[in-house]
């Protein structure tokens, strides 16, 4: 049997974590965009008398159990303890892995979907199995709830998926500019002393958005939060500035990656291009998904 799922790729805007002992219960608040690209996994599973082995590849690339832990995870808890035979896992992402487009999560969730239609399952039962396993390994804490909202995702109530609560804005005529410029740990960030600022700021940008929710708000709200959480600073900030010349709505940062987004104008996308490449700037241009993860046979 060969199953695929999709996963969209998630950008949060701007958060605030929350941590519990309970796995199911932690997770973050705040805001994010679901992009028509993100994660591609391809389940192949064949059945024999022989023992069971579970192989995971990123990009085509085998890893280890080291390097993958968060997928391997997810299958060693769907994989039923009866079957024997090969279960390959293959992971393809479209953005660069650790810069903030919710790799792990989509890679996780992915596993998790096509694994449960193969195998038994619902998409709640897969998507808690997906966030316990993030939660548990450092992944991400509210990218799952995000990716299955689907659309521009507010996290109003912090929690795994069956717990969290995540309501949507309305959706705008905007495309998605991305520039990834170079990973940044969520694990390094979540335990340093910017968490503070992380959560004062966070608190204020979610209060502000659900007073006026359009994404026009959401961009500048999490513009405020970058700068004054202090993850946006020196030449990514200007960098930002330079885009916010030719848009209409700020740029932000991409949480966590060392990058930046911005909502795009139909208008707009000729100047905004026309910089990029007088930058010399990775990028990529792509448009919002407003939907749910889908799986299915391939």
């Avoid at 389940?43 to 995971?56: D, F, K, L, N, P």
């Amino acid at each position: 049997m060969l199953v695929r799922a999709f996963v969209p790729a998630h950008i949060t805007a701007f958060f605030v974590p929350r941590f519990h002992e309970n796995p199911d219960r932690a997770g973050s608040l705040g805001a994010g965009i679901n992009l028509t690209k993100g994660t591609n996994v391809l389940v192949s599973i064949e059945e024999s008398a022989m023992e069971r082995h579970v192989h995971v590849a990123f990009n085509g690339e085998p890893v280890e159990k080291g390097e993958a832990v968060i997928s391997y995870s997810v299958a060693e808890g769907l994989i039923p303890e009866r079957f024997n035979g090969e279960v390959e896992i293959w992971q393809y992402f479209d953005f660069p892995n650790g810069h903030g487009f919710g790799n792990s999560a989509g890679g996780a969730l992915g596993t998790a979907l096509a694994l449960s239609y193969a195998f038994g399952g619902t998409l709640l039962s897969a998507a808690r199995l997906a966030h316990r396993a993030e939660v548990a390994h450092g992944g991400g804490l509210g990218d799952v709830v995000g990716q299955l909202a689907g659309g521009i995702e507010v996290r109003v109530k912090a929690g795994g998926p069956g717990i969290g609560v995540v309501d949507n804005l309305f959706l705008e005529d905007y495309k998605v500019l991305v520039i990834p410029l170079g990973p940044i740990k969520t694990r390094d960030v979540l335990e340093g002393e910017v968490v503070e600022r992380i959560e004062r700021e966070g608190r204020t940008a979610l209060e502000k958005l659900m007073t006026e929710p359009r994404p026009e708000r959401m961009m500048a709200l999490a513009r405020r939060f970058a700068e004054n959480s202090g993850l946006l600073d020196g030449e990514l900030l200007e960098l930002a500035r330079s885009f916010d010349r030719v848009l209409s709505v700020p740029s932000s940062m991409i949480m966590l990656g060392r990058g930046l987004f911005a909502l795009v104008k139909p208008t707009e996308e000729e100047k905004v291009l026309e910089l990029v490449r007088e930058l010399e700037l990775p990028f990529d241009l792509t448009g919002i998904y407003d939907g749910r993860p889908k799986v299915g046979r391939w």
